[in-house]
T-cell receptor, first 115, second 110 residues
Framework: EPEVTQTPSHQVTQMGQEVILRCVPI?????FYWYRQILGQKVEFLVS????????KSEIFDDQFSVERPDGSNFTLKIRSTKLEDSAMYFC?????????????FGSGTRLTVV | SQQGEEDPQALSIQEGENATMNCSYK?????LQWYRQNSGRGLVHLIL?????REKHSGRLRVTLDTSKKSSSLLITASRAADTASYFC??????????FGAGTTVTVRA
């Protein structure tokens, strides 16, 4: 069964550093998403991406964050100048069409720890 | 606006029993989805029910949707220890994003 792959599975970074979280969505999917889940809290929407541009973004997704699809397969989330409160599990997801018949496919997540 | 609030927050049942959890939401939706998350792991899509559907089955899962009450329920029949996980409902309001609830933590005792 096709999977969404996320790397790394764990990332520890110093406060103020930049991190790039990587995702390989399912190859024939058209819509891509990032969500995050702070420990013990809800899964929160960050951003959706379609046709090489952002479709929707939440209030969380401020100028500190950016997304990119640098080639035909990768989808990245960049967090500049990380803060302690950015520590969370970050999930990538994809779908095609937007919700598809089977919903979204999520990756296993990257656990980001900012120290 | 808050969407997809689950009830109860936690549920403990004996293996073989049924587990029922509910989800309420506030605005119109295109579809509602249920996901499972094992501790510290990724989200696994379980089932999607569209706004024009009332009930859907998938294996031991049964989902209902009542758009007049803005609520959904997930029933897991004949539960197994492997069903121990957190279950989330997520609403899709046709705006390119899912809104998740806080989840129901289900513990199935052997």
């Amino acid at each position: 069964e096709p999977e969404v792959t996320q790397t790394p599975s764990h990332q520890v970074t110093q406060m103020g550093q930049e991190v790039i979280l990587r995702c390989v969505p399912i190859s024939n999917h058209l819509y891509f998403y990032w969500y995050r889940q702070i420990l013990g809290q809800k899964v929160e929407f960050l951003v959706s991406f379609y046709n090489n541009e952002i479709s929707e973004k939440s209030e969380i997704f401020d100028d500190q964050f950016s997304v990119e699809r640098p080639d035909g397969s990768n989808f990245t989330l960049k967090i500049r100048s990380t803060k302690l409160e950015d520590s969370a599990m970050y999930f990538c997801a994809s779908s095609a069409p937007r919700e598809g018949t089977y919903g979204y496919t999520f990756g296993s997540g990257t656990r980001l720890t900012v120290v | 606006s808050q969407q997809g609030e689950e009830d109860p927050q936690a549920l403990s049942i004996q293996e073989g029993e049924n587990a029922t959890m509910n989800c309420s939401y506030k605005t119109s939706i295109n579809n509602l989805q249920w996901y499972r998350q094992n501790s510290g792991r990724g989200l696994v899509h379980l089932i999607l029910i569209r706004s024009n559907e009332r009930e859907k089955h998938s294996g031991r899962l049964r989902v209902t949707l009542d758009t007049s009450k803005k609520s959904s329920s997930l029933l897991i029949t004949a539960s197994r220890a492997a069903d121990t996980a957190s279950y989330f409902c997520a609403t899709d309001a046709n705006d390119y994003k899912l809104s998740f609830g806080a989840g129901t933590t289900v513990t199935v005792r052997a």
